[in-house]
T-cell receptor, first 113, second 112 residues
């Protein structure tokens, strides 16, 4: 079953606007990661935030983590048409005795030129 | 350095057949994980191998199996293929447990 659930499922914005995607999860985690996937291709790692961190920046990306609410958000500022892709959160936590990276259902972002 | 390589990129098989997919991780990465991605179920974890040992397994039937070789290359096998096995199969390697995962481009399997 999916650990992370993302919303919205789909988001359409104009170039230059900011895009915010949210992720909620159910169990305790070691870290939370965000990935991007262009249509039908492999995933690309964007950013990792550890459970003891609250906010992290990387270029136009800003990630927040609230472990008390079991939620995270990804903000992409000044979006570009090339940002059009699916974005997934992934939680690193224990499933039984082993650590496992579990992916959410993803947000499809469309940036209109 | 070279990324994660998956072969083949595309595959068409008939129901009842079996298939083997291959994944070569980034040099130095000993952890290899496999995922199945479908429009309906999203990204589902299949299994993870580390130093030739299966360390974790997802909720898939026994028709799905895998192995890892001493050079960290991994293969996954699906026997008695069903139409529902049509999916994008993704392999990822990582240097450390819980760290950044590097994905291959995937193998698109179509079962007819």
């Amino acid at each position: 079953s999916q650990q992370g659930e993302e919303d919205p499922q789909a988001l359409s914005i104009q170039e230059g606007e900011n895009a915010t995607m949210n992720c909620s999860y159910k169990t305790s985690i070691n870290n939370l990661q965000w990935y991007r996937q262009n249509s039908g291709r492999g995933l690309v790692h964007l950013i990792l935030i550890r459970s003891n961190e609250r906010e992290k920046h990387s270029g136009r990306l800003r990630v927040t983590l609230d472990t008390s609410k079991k939620s995270s958000s990804l903000l992409i500022t000044a979006s570009r048409a090339a940002d059009t892709a699916s974005y997934f959160c992934a939680t690193d936590g224990r499933q039984g005795s082993a650590r496992q990276l579990t992916f959410g259902s993803g947000t499809q972002l469309t940036v209109l030129p | 350095k070279a990324g994660v390589t998956q072969t083949p990129r595309y595959l068409i098989k008939t129901r009842g057949q079996q298939v083997t997919l291959s994944c070569s991780p980034i040099s130095g990465h000993r952890s290899v994980s496999w995922y199945q991605q479908t429009p309906g179920q999203g990204l589902q974890f299949l299994f993870e191998y580390f130093s030739e040992t299966q360390r974790n397994k997802g909720n898939f039937p026994g028709r799905f199996s895998g192995r890892q070789f001493s050079n960290s290359r991994s293969e996954m096998n699906v026997s008695t293929l069903e139409l529902g096995d049509s999916a994008l199969y993704l392999c990822a390697s990582s240097l450390a447990e819980g760290g950044e995962a590097f994905f291959g481009q995937g193998t698109r399997l179509t079962v007819v």
